[in-house]
């Protein structure tokens, strides 16, 4: 008996061609059979190590996550060792996520693939994604499994990687452009944004069945606070939507003319962080009492922050696209 998900295609990815001794890559093609439980390694030389010193920090912050080993408060004593790998080819990695092994993967939309890098062995493996998927975020489950939003076909992605299943779900729709995903707390329920269609959606994953909701304002980051509520950005109306899943009530929260939010992330200690494109400011919004708590200022002004992630410290990381530059918050 069928067992196949519901509105779902599902496919066996190629296996990924052994490759050694990276850049130069030498033997086997895409498709070579291989043991399911044994993706194949893209080793990498010993990473470029050096020290970044320009951290962009928020009024109040300390000048690093690491303590100082000097006694004087330069610069240099406060900066953080930094680790770069290059990517098996120059590739646009656009969004990534930790897995529960610790590994990391990368969704790169114009390859159409997904990347897992090793950190204890330096090491890549990367799956092709079924035709004009284009995954543009990414997510891996307490079991492991990779979804990814294709922007490209109007589907979510399922990866399996130990047996390189890969299994694509259609939205309703059939369009709408999955922008962003975000896990619910008990890791039943994948939330996603349709930027193009104008609509959240939520996905049983035992049962790959999806549900739409309307919105505005061409939504991108969406998240889940602590208490199972469902935030996101709409950027063209200057506002977070908020849906309580339990009773269906949807909302919204006013951030002012020209904010344009685009990323939103839940915080360790359940308060939400949000990106103001428009103004080049992080604000903080308290999801209990659904006001904003403060706005600050960057100080390089808009660096064009395309991803919040919060650590297990209840820091907050970040990456501006248009300075080149990691920024980082710390409770106050």
């Known amino acids: 008996m069928c067992n196949r998900p519901y509105n779902s295609k599902i ?9 050694r001794s990276f850049p130069r890559l030498h033997g086997g093609t895409a498709g070579a059979a291989m043991k399911p439980d044994s993706p194949t390694a893209v080793h990498v030389p010993t990473p470029r ?49 930790i897995a529960p092994d610790g590994s990391l993967y990368i969704a790169v939309p114009n390859d159409n693939k997904v990347l897992r890098f090793d950190p204890r062995n330096a090491s890549f493996s990367e799956w092709e994604l079924l035709p004009g998927h284009h995954p543009n975020s990414i997510i891996v489950d307490r079991r492991g499994t990779v979804w990814t939003a294709g922007f490209g076909n109007g589907t979510i992605g399922r990866l399996k990687t130990r047996s390189s ?29 349709m930027q193009t269609g104008d609509r959240i959606a939520s ?7 999806i549900a739409e909701r309307e919105t505005s304002g061409r939504p991108s980051g969406i998240t889940v606070d602590r208490r199972g ?11 977070l939507g908020h849906l309580d899943p339990a009773s269906g009530n949807i909302g919204e929260l006013e951030l ?40 600050y200022p ?21 990456t501006g696209s248009h300075n080149g530059r990691l920024g980082l918050i710390e409770a106050e």
Do not use: Q
């Not at 496919?11 to 490759?19: D, F, N, S």
């Not at 299943?165 to 944004?193: K, N, Q």
């Not at 939010?261 to 999801?287: C, E, F, N, S």
């Open 165 to 193: 299943m890969i299994a694509e779900f259609h939205v309703p729709s059939r369009g709408g452009g999955p922008h962003t995903l975000a896990l619910s707390e008990d890791g039943a329920t994948l939330w996603f944004s």
């Open 229 to 239: 509520r469902v935030w996101w950005c709409r950027a063209s109306d200057d506002r």
């Open 256 to 295: 002012g003319g020209g904010s344009r939010p685009r990323r939103i992330a839940t915080a360790p200690d359940g308060m939400l962080w949000v990106t103001l494109y428009g103004r080049g400011h992080l604000v903080k919004v308290d999801p209990v009492h659904m006001k904003i708590v403060k706005s």
């Open 298 to 318: 960057l100080p390089t002004g808009n660096a064009g922050i395309r991803k919040l992630t919060p650590d297990g410290a209840g820091r907050l990381w970040y």
């Open 11 to 19: 496919t066996h990815a190629p296996r990924p061609a052994r490759r």
């Open 203 to 209: 996905m049983d994953i035992a049962t790959g069945r």
């Open 49 to 97: 190590r050096r020290f970044l010193r320009g951290l962009l920090l928020l009024p109040g912050v300390m000048a690093a996550p690491f303590p100082a080993k000097a006694a004087d408060h330069t610069a240099a004593a406060f900066a953080p060792r930094i680790s770069e790998w290059p990517l098996p080819k120059p590739m646009f990695a656009r969004s990534s996520a």
